[in-house]
Each structure stands twice: as C-alpha cells, then as structure tokens.
Nanobody, 124 residues
C-alpha cells in the first residue's frame, strides 16, 4: 500500500511563497509518476505539476514560471515550491502517485494513490 502525506500548507498574502512537501512510502520509489493537484471549493480537482520517473516535469499553464516541482528519492519526498502566489491559487493541494513511470497525458482518474491534502489560502 502506497502512503502519501502532504504538509506545508498555510495562509499567505498575495505575492508570498509556500513550499509543500509530500512524504511517500519507500515502495513508491523512483519509478512512479508523482504529481500535485489542487481543488478549490465547488471546482473539480485539477493538475498543477507532475514529475516523471526520469525527472521530466510538466506544469499547468496557470502556474508555469511560478511553481516548481521536485523530488528527493533519498528522502522519499516530493516538493512544490510556490512563488508569487495569487488568490486564485487558494485550494486544497493533493499529492498523487501512479505506478506508471510516465506522467504523459495523465488525468485525475489515472492516479492510483492520493494523500489527504494540505490547505493553501492566499489573501489579497
């Protein structure tokens, strides 16, 4: 069973930064596709950023240039550095993992494992 635990959420003012961390169980290893998603109240869960087993990254257009996804396999952690935050970034952020090493063309329904989420609130 793969376990994912998010942390690092909080409340910041617009223009501020936060760094989210997802700690995953050791069996998730280096071969999984790992990603961050977010879900605002009344909206569908959407992809934010993803990183392949070979460290290729993709970003949603709305966060490109502001957010950076990275992973540390030695520490079993996935990170999302979020800079220049905007009120529209307010959402619950989730870490997702899938055994397919490629993140290409993956959507929410393709991810097998999820964390419980961490709340990010950005005030104007």
């Amino acid at each position: 069973q793969v376990q994912l635990v998010e942390s690092g959420g909080g409340s910041v003012q617009a223009g501020g930064s936060l760094r989210l961390t997802c700690t995953y169980s050791v069996y998730t290893t280096t071969t999984y596709c790992l990603a961050w998603f977010r879900q605002a109240p009344g909206k569908q869960r959407e992809g934010v950023a993803a990183i392949d087993s070979d460290n290729s990254t993709t970003y949603a257009a709305s966060v490109k240039g502001r957010f950076t996804i990275s992973k540390d396999n030695a520490k079993n952690t996935l990170h999302l550095q979020m800079n220049s935050l905007k009120p529209e970034d307010t959402a619950m952020y989730y870490c997702g993992a899938d055994p397919d090493p490629s993140c290409a063309e993956k959507s929410v329904v393709d991810f097998a494992y999820w964390g419980q989420g961490t709340q990010v609130t950005v005030s104007s």
